[in-house]
């Protein structure tokens, strides 16, 4: 079966910390370090965007929240790629931003996650690392949280269905639960000395 092919060739990495902070290797690791550094562009991503989601909040309730998402999100990924040489950014397999659209590979291991969120506490965040030819590619699962329940749940509010509806359309991101996969964060690093590699990251 092609996904147990994919589980197989996914280094799956359970690990206990909270997005918000940066991971730490296992002592003696000897890893990529890209691994490391996905781990920090996704926790700094993670930190800013979640700061970002709270202050609008507070200041314009959850439509400004979606606002929120639309705009600052891929800002956010942006200046992170501009800055790492990575490729840094969100996907789903139920996305709102036709933008964030899975290519195969990161589709295979959404449905993984899927699985495997099915047996791992949602405290437990789940990762998974393939290296093909040079190319290293990082994906950190984003599991529900209370918070991601006001844009995302099956019950959003009035104003948040409107705001919705204007901003995507086509949204398929509503109607989650509490723990479940709803997406992951991914880095992907080109082949050190390829032409993306020696252009990536020039400018601010």
């Known amino acids: 079966m092609k996904l147990s092919r994919i589980l197989l060739l996914l280094l799956i990495i359970i ?6 902070l940066t991971p730490t290797p296992a002592i003696g690791s000897t890893e990529d370090p890209r691994v490391a550094q996905s781990r920090e562009l996704i926790a700094a991503f993670g930190s800013e965007l979640k700061y970002e989601l709270q202050k609008a909040m507070g200041s314009g309730g959850p439509a400004a929240a979606v606002k929120v998402c639309r705009d600052r999100s891929p800002q956010i990924a942006s200046k992170l790629s501009r800055k790492s040489g990575a490729s840094v950014g ?18 295979e291991q959404l449905r993984a996650f899927d699985q495997l969120a099915e047996t791992t506490p949602a405290e437990q965040p789940l990762e998974a690392v393939q290296a093909i030819d040079g190319e ?58 390829s032409s993306e590699d020696s252009s990536a990251g020039s400018s601010e």
């Open 136 to 193: 290293l590619r990082y994906m950190r699962a984003i599991r529900t949280e209370p918070l991601c329940l006001v844009c995302h749940g099956s019950a959003v509010s009035p104003d948040v269905a409107r705001s919705l509806r204007a901003d995507y359309p086509h949204d398929r991101a509503t109607g989650y639960a509490q723990g479940q996969v709803r997406g992951a964060f991914r880095v992907v690093w080109p082949a050190k000395g």
């Open 90 to 107: 969100r996907t789903s397999l139920r996305f709102r931003n036709p933008g964030n659209a899975p290519e195969p590979w990161q589709a």
């Open 15 to 20: 690990l206990a910390v909270d997005l918000a």
